[in-house]
């Protein structure tokens, strides 16, 4: 008898979490948001604020299984950096990529963080 798994991509107890989430990005969240959508690197498509399991994700590629985290100031105290650190393993047991960059980088070096996000593609 197949095994039954459940959805884990945008569940709806998630949803008015991801809605507020998106309607209240960061400056950066926007910056990011508005290259990756007029650019659409290399042809990939980029979701906002997607949900996988319990996570909401600031971008995720489906195609390339590749989420995207834009880190303010709480991501680097101590419960910030262990709490990313679960959630990226977590991810990670789901084969999904997590990149992370600093709020600063987006609005002083945007073509090098596309240029990164474009490194981890890995498929044609």
């Not at 910030?80 to 609005?107: C, H, K, M, P, W």
């Amino acid at each position: 008898m197949p095994q039954y798994n459940p959805p884990i991509h945008n569940i709806k107890p998630l949803e008015q979490n991801r809605k507020a989430l998106r309607n209240n990005m960061t400056p950066a969240e926007v910056v990011l948001w508005k290259a990756i959508q007029k650019g659409k690197p290399e042809g990939r498509k980029f979701r906002r604020q997607h949900s996988v399991g319990k996570y909401v994700l600031d971008f995720y590629c489906p195609a390339e299984l590749l989420a995207v985290e834009l880190d303010g100031a709480h991501h680097y105290t101590y419960e910030g950096s262990e709490y990313d650190a679960d959630r990226t393993a977590n991810l990670q047991t789901l084969n999904i990529t997590v990149l992370r960059f600093e709020n600063r980088l987006v609005f002083e070096h945007l073509d090098l963080v596309l240029e990164e996000i474009k490194r981890n593609f890995k498929r044609d």
